[in-house]
């Protein structure tokens, strides 16, 4: 199976401790994104890449979140000193921008990550 | 602003049609998409439908815009037990990111 994945599926903290996620796109995506999902609502936006080069971090990104893409393939989010409202999925999703026929940029998810933060 | 809006529950029997309502803001908005949660898992893709159509059709899939009123509808022909899940509109902003609904959770009793 080709696509997203992340790493862990599960993880449960207390809280003033740091975390890290991964996510692997799907082989040459160039676009790779970060949401964040609460019970009982939709994913929320946080960060995107573009290769690289971290485009757009959403306010909802606080300075403890850190997201990067060193070589443009994966992706790590770290969390550092960990609260109890951080509990939520992290989800990841990739794309490939193209031009013609159909949407440009169709993004494709990954499982997620469950973050409890005890 | 952001702010896509949906119907929080839906419950229908088994072999009858489902009908999602959405309503979003971005009158820009070029591509509008339907995703599907199961419990525990990511969103898997559905549909989508481009800003300039009306209707799109895909097996028993059926997506209808009315982009006048920022109206979007899912209908699901026959629905199954196996279509038991969240659905999350969501339109594209700045045409790369998506900003969802709440999702509507359907339930598919026998």
């Known amino acids: 199976d080709t696509g997203v994945s992340q790493d862990p599926r599960h993880k449960i903290t207390k809280r003033g401790q740091n975390v890290t996620f991964r996510c692997d796109p799907i082989s040459e995506h160039n676009r790779l994104y970060w949401y964040r999902q609460t019970l009982g609502q939709g994913p929320e936006f946080l960060t995107y890449?573009?290769?690289?080069?971290?485009?757009?971090k959403s306010r909802l990104l606080s300075d403890r979140f850190s997201a990067e893409r060193p070589k443009g393939s994966f992706s790590t989010l770290e969390i550092q000193r960990t609260e109890q409202g951080d509990s939520a999925m992290y989800l990841c999703?990739?794309?490939?921008?193209?031009?013609?026929?159909?949407?440009?940029?169709?993004?494709?998810f990954g499982p997620g990550t469950r973050l409890t933060v005890l | 602003g952001e702010d896509v809006e949906q119907s929080l529950f839906l419950s229908v029997r088994e072999g009858d049609s489902s009908v999602i309502n959405c309503t979003y803001t971005d009158s820009s908005s070029t591509y509008l998409y339907w995703y599907k949660q199961e419990p525990g898992a990511g969103l898997q893709l559905l549909t989508y439908i481009f800003s300039n159509m009306d209707m799109k059709q895909d097996q028993r899939l059926t997506v209808l815009l009315n982009k006048k009123d920022k109206h979007l509808s899912l209908r699901i022909a026959d629905t199954q037990t196996g279509d038991s899940a969240i659905y999350f509109c969501a339109e594209t902003i700045n045409d790369y990111k998506l900003s969802f609904g709440a999702g509507t959770t359907v339930t598919v009793r026998a």
């Open positions: 890449f573009q290769n690289e080069a971290q485009l757009e």
């Open positions: 999703a990739s794309s490939l921008p193209t031009s013609g026929r159909g949407p440009t940029d169709t993004q494709y």
